[in-house]
């Protein structure tokens, strides 16, 4: 069975920073990709920055620039760095990927961890 685990949200006040991290564990053949969601009250889920098994990056707009995606492939971590926060970062974050176990290949998520941005 997978899982993926975040952690490192909090209350932070605006223009503070917060690292996320996700820890994936489980029988895992192959990460293809993995990235970092959120959901704010009343919004849809979005993208927030992705990465690539080779280490290609992306991100939303709204993320270029203060917010940095990174991982350990040894052990199946993966980062959100996320410096100059805004109340308008406030959300759920959720950690995902796209991975091969022996059975079959799927997104998985993990549970979400809250960032609140607030004075």
């Known amino acids: 069975q997978v899982q993926l685990v975040e952690s490192g949200g909090g209350l932070v006040q605006p223009g503070g920073s917060l690292l996320l991290s996700c820890v994936v564990s489980?029988?895992?053949?192959?990460?293809?990709?993995m990235g970092w969601y959120r959901q704010a009250p009343g919004k849809q889920r979005e993208l927030v920055a992705g990465?690539?098994?080779?280490?290609?990056?992306n991100y939303e707009h709204f993320a270029m620039g203060r917010f940095t995606i990174s991982k350990d492939n040894a052990n199946n971590i993966l980062y959100l760095q996320m410096n100059n926060l805004k109340r308008e970062d406030t959300a759920v974050y959720y950690c995902?990927?796209?991975?091969?176990?022996?059975?079959?290949?799927?997104?998985?998520w993990g549970q979400g961890t809250q960032v609140t941005v607030s004075s």
């Open positions: 995902n990927a796209d991975l091969s176990t022996s059975a079959a290949r799927r997104f998985w």
């Open positions: 990465i690539s098994s080779g280490g290609s990056t």
């Open positions: 489980g029988t895992i053949f192959e990460i293809k990709a």
